[in-house]
């Protein structure tokens, strides 16, 4: 089991560098050029019954944000073949999502880490380490505007408030909050 410790990633200041493999290719943070955001959104896996509907939520939501300028990015510590049937099964093939996001990249963002145990109520086996859900909205001069980090699956930010939360953001020009330690 990881031995790292977590770090506490800040609005209004620089996220750290984030490159990843999707299924639809090669991602990086550094290479987003959103109107407004980039939202990557950080999910258990394919063990996860409540990921489902997260995710299938967003992928129903995905041109919302879109038209409001906003890049979308859900990712697991999962492998590419668990992510590939991931979005097979749920049915999110629209939404991209990027695979293998190790214990450091997780430690550098800010995100609990938890040890597998067994098979889960659905019946798929958890791996031996994973990462919990987060939220982050990304300027596109990739420094965080907001975060939502947890350490359960549940009590998530709800999509359609997120959308809502960012008309209010763009049309207020409302700083990002939460800098000050």
């Not at 129903?60 to 697991?76: C, H, I, Q």
């Not at 629209?94 to 659905?122: C, F, K, V």
Request: net charge negative; glycine share 6%.
């Amino acid at each position: 089991m990881s031995t790292l410790t977590t770090k506490v990633l800040k609005p209004q200041q620089a996220t750290p560098e984030l490159n990843l493999d999707t299924l639809q290719g090669k991602w990086s943070l550094a290479d987003q050029a959103p109107e407004f955001f980039t939202m990557v959104v950080v999910y258990r896996g394919l063990h996860c019954p409540i990921c489902k509907t997260y995710l299938k939520e967003l992928s129903r939501l995905l041109e919302d944000f879109k038209a409001k300028g906003v890049n979308v990015l859900a990712l697991s510590s999962d492998t590419k073949e668990r992510a590939q049937q991931a979005s097979t099964e749920w049915e999110i093939e629209n939404l991209p999502l990027a695979y293998g996001l190790t214990a450091e990249q997780s430690q550098d963002w800010g995100l609990h880490r938890s040890a597998g145990r067994g098979l889960t109520s659905i019946g798929i086996e958890e791996p031996t380490e994973f990462t919990e859900p987060g939220l982050f909205l990304v300027r596109p001069d990739d420094t965080l505007y907001w975060s939502n980090i947890s350490t359960m699956p549940f009590a998530r930010p709800h999509f359609k408030e997120v959308l809502g939360a960012i008309d209010f953001a763009i049309n207020k020009d409302y700083p990002a909050r939460g800098e000050l330690v």
